[in-house]
C-alpha cells in the first residue's frame, strides 16, 4: 500500500511560478516511477512530466524548457517546478506513482493561471 500526499497549487498570474510536491509513503519500492499529469476542464488527463529512479524523465512537449520535475528519494518526494506559467496550464494537476506490483493517484491539487 502506498499513499501520496500533494501540495502546492494555487492562483498564480500568467508568466509566475509554482512548485508542486507530493510525498509518498509506504511499501515503496527502489525502482519506481512518480510523475504529474494535468485534466483541464473538459479535456482529457495527460502527461505532465514523469521522472524514474534510476533518473530518466520525461516532459510533455508543451512545457518542456518551462516545467522541471525532480525527486528527493530519501524523502520519497517528487516535486514540479513550473515557470513562465500560461493560462493554458489552468488544471488539475495529479501526482502518479508506479512501481511494479501497484500505481497510485494523488488527489489532486488545483492550479489557476489567471491575471
Known amino acids: 500500500q502506498v499513499q501520496l500526499m500533494e501540495s502546492g497549487g494555487g492562483l498564480v498570474q500568467p508568466g509566475g511560478s509554482l512548485r508542486l510536491s507530493c510525498a509518498a509513503s509506504?511499501?515503496?519500492?527502489?525502482?519506481?516511477?512518480m510523475g504529474w499529469y494535468r485534466q483541464a476542464p473538459g479535456k482529457e488527463r495527460e502527461l505532465v512530466a514523469v521522472?524514474?529512479?534510476?533518473?530518466?524523465?520525461n516532459y510533455a512537449d508543451s512545457v518542456k524548457g518551462r516545467f522541471t520535475i525532480s525527486r528527493d528519494n530519501a524523502k520519497n518526494t517528487v516535486y514540479l517546478q513550473m515557470n513562465s506559467l500560461k493560462p493554458e496550464d489552468t488544471a488539475v494537476y495529479y501526482c502518479?506513482?508506479?512501481?511494479?506490483?501497484?500505481?497510485?493517484w494523488g488527489q489532486g491539487t488545483l492550479v489557476t493561471v489567471s491575471s
Open positions: 509506504g511499501s515503496i519500492s527502489r525502482i519506481n516511477t
Open positions: 521522472i524514474a529512479n534510476p533518473l530518466v524523465t
Open positions: 502518479k506513482f508506479v512501481q511494479t506490483d501497484l500505481a497510485v
